[in-house]
């Protein structure tokens, strides 16, 4: 199993309208691609020293392969879907593989 980690710092101005949109259209988006089996939203607990808002999304993928064909089929426009949000936030991305899960 693999996670598909996605770190987000957002601008306090926009916070409200980004998580709606993350909550209602993002996340369920992410999901109709047929390359995730579930997604969990947590929120940062730790300030940021530059400030904003810090939340983590992952989503799980049954194996690389499949993560692998999301880049390919499907990355380049879930990011464009966050056009008008673009200079409010800063993302970063990870690939975790899941070890034990108990």
């Known amino acids: 199993m693999i996670i ?26 992410m999901l109709d691609t047929g390359k995730f089996t579930k997604a969990l939203m947590t929120k940062v607990l730790v300030q940021e020293p530059m400030g904003g808002i810090t939340y983590s999304v992952q989503y799980t993928a049954k194996n690389k392969k499949i993560l692998e064909n999301y880049y390919e089929e499907n990355a380049g426009e879930m ?14 991305r990870t690939e975790l593989e899941v070890i034990t899960e108990q």
Not at 79 to 92: H, I, L, P
């Open 79 to 92: 990011r464009s879907k966050s056009k008008s949000f673009e200079g409010k936030f800063v993302a970063f």
């Open 4 to 29: 598909y980690n996605v770190t987000i710092n957002v601008q306090e101005d926009i916070h409200d309208d980004w998580l709606k949109w993350m909550k209602e259209e993002h996340i369920p988006d």
